[in-house]
Each structure stands twice: as C-alpha cells, then as structure tokens.
C-alpha cells in the first residue's frame, strides 16, 4: 500500500531523508522556485514553520524548473537562494519534476491522493500538499494560497 512513508529523498545537500523520520507529524509539501512570482511565500512558510515546529509541524520544499524555467540555479545557488533572501530553516529537497513522465514518485503519490481542480497536473510553483500526523494527505492547496491561509486552515481543524 503506498503511502508518505515510503519514500526517501536527498536534500539539496545530498543527504537523503527517509520520510519515515516525520511519522508523527503535521507535513506541508510545498513545489518551489526562486525566481517567481511567489517566491516571497518562502518568509510566510518560515514564520509558519516557526510558529509550530515545536508541536509537530514540518515544511518540506521541492525545488522544480518546469514552470517557465523559474528555477534555473544548482543546489548551491538554490540553497543560497533559500537561506540567504529567505532565512529558510525547514529542510529543502533536490530539484525534482512535478508533471510529466519524469515527475519524482512523491508528486504522482500526491496529485493521486489530492487531485486538483480539472487537472491533477500542478499548475504552478507553491502549490501545497497538507499531511496529517497520522499520514494522511488531507488539503491540497493552490499556488496563490498563502501560508496564513494555511495556519487558518490548521487551527480551524485542530492540527495542533
């Protein structure tokens, strides 16, 4: 049966993550880039991240260059990018296709358990996947959601 557990992926830094590591734990998948339009989101899912780590949360961030080539850079330079402009603490993920025949296991898994409106295909860079602490995926969330959307969304459903 699949499920979020399965899967292991290396941080921008070649480490690989087993996400058997987050069982427990509220997970926000978020698809990123660093040079659109809502690159900025990155302060709002820190603050988020921030806010509630300390009860369970973890923000994930995947990298992807399929929209517009809006995530052109190498680890280093994303890494730099994410830290530097952003002060990003939450862990972030190699660069990684979302859609397509090449798109990482992890995305099929989740637009299978969340499609999206019309299409299950991503549209954009910052949508968002919502996992329970039980592993659940449970919201999926479209690209111009903000993460104080998100923390709404989480304290009207009792997440923490």
């Keep these: 049966m699949e499920s979020i557990y399965n899967f292991k ?11 058997n590591d987050f069982r427990n734990k509220t997970i ?3 698809n990123t880039a660093s040079k659109c339009g809502f690159t900025p989101q990155y302060k709002g899912l820190e603050k988020l991240y921030q806010q509630y780590k300390d009860q369970g ?5 995947f990298p992807c260059n399929q929209f517009n080539n809006q995530e052109p850079g190498d680890s280093s330079t994303i890494e730099n990018n994410c830290l530097i402009n952003y002060g990003v603490s939450f862990p972030v993920f190699e660069k990684i296709d979302v859609n397509g025949k090449n798109a990482h ?8 358990s969340l499609p999206g409106c019309f299409t299950n295909a991503i ?3 910052f949508a968002k996947f919502l996992i329970d602490a039980h592993g659940n995926p449970v919201k999926r969330f479209a690209p111009y959601t903000q993460p ?3 923390n709404i969304f989480m304290l009207k459903n009792n997440y923490f």
């Design 148 to 150: 104080e959307k998100i």
């Design 9 to 19: 992926i290396k941080t921008l830094q070649g480490k690989e993550i087993d996400f």
């Design 123 to 125: 549209k954009w860079n």
């Design 57 to 61: 949360l973890v923000i994930l961030a």
């Design 105 to 112: 296991p992890l995305f099929k898994y989740l637009k299978k």
């Design 28 to 30: 926000l998948i978020v």
